[in-house]
């Protein structure tokens, strides 16, 4: 069985792993123009929160009331969300560089060059069943740290946000690819609000140019890429 990335719109994403574990990366689905799916069609065993936005972790309590999932986030976001109704036994509080075993997946969070209205901005590598890797970026500009981290972590799939005017542009984000150097790069955080950039051409184009030996797979939300 292979492991599945499911796009759910803005920086939305569902990962189902070959061992049947579903984990969700900032689940915003009310409000979220590019959603395909509801809070109340939504499994998950675990959830993943970058950082503290309205368009990344606003949901987490619906989501997490949905699933019955544990939530990781920081634990100043922990703290906010629980006053909101997030169960604390239902939260794993952890900071950049930790790394927590959650039953043969173990989430790494990596830092993110961006803002937070909780604690600070992060990323996510995922380390699956079979050892492969899913590299969720988060909201970040450009940082040459992400080579370290891929030397680390060798990365199977890299989930980059391209829309510019909050996180990396195009050019940017392609660039990053030669730090990071993952098999195959999904983008996000596009095309969702007029402010953002509208398509994924430019860096389909400047990816090609950069890094050449990296698959590029645009999905639109409701999309899927196994792996």
């Not at 901005?121 to 891929?150: F, Q, S």
């Amino acid at each position: 069985m292979a492991h599945r990335l499911r796009w759910l719109g803005h920086a939305s994403w569902e990962l189902t792993t070959a061992g049947g574990k579903v984990i969700l990366f900032d689940p915003w689905i009310n409000g979220n123009p590019k959603a395909p799916v509801r809070i109340e069609d939504l499994k998950a065993d675990y959830i993943l929160i970058t950082h503290d936005h309205f368009d990344h972790a606003s949901d987490v309590v619906a989501v997490q009331k949905q699933t019955g999932a544990t939530v990781i986030l920081q634990p100043e976001t922990a703290e906010r969300y629980q006053k909101e109704g997030l169960p604390g036994d239902k939260c794993i509080g952890m900071n950049i560089g930790g790394s927590v075993e959650l039953g043969g997946v173990v989430v790494t969070m990596t830092e993110a060059y961006h803002s937070s209205e909780t604690g600070e901005p992060a990323g996510y590598i995922v380390t699956l069943e079979d050892g492969k890797r899913v590299y969720d970026a988060g909201d970040t500009g450009i940082h040459c740290n992400m080579a370290t981290w891929a030397e680390l972590y060798p990365l199977d799939v890299a989930l980059l946000p391209i829309g510019s005017h909050f996180t990396m542009d195009p050019r940017q984000a392609a660039h990053a690819l030669t730090f990071l150097k993952p098999k195959v790069a999904l983008p996000q955080h596009y095309a969702t609000f007029p402010l953002l950039v509208q398509s994924a051409d430019d860096f389909v184009r400047f990816a090609k140019q950069k890094a050449p030996g990296v698959e590029v797979r645009v999905l639109e939300p409701g999309g899927t890429f196994e792996f």
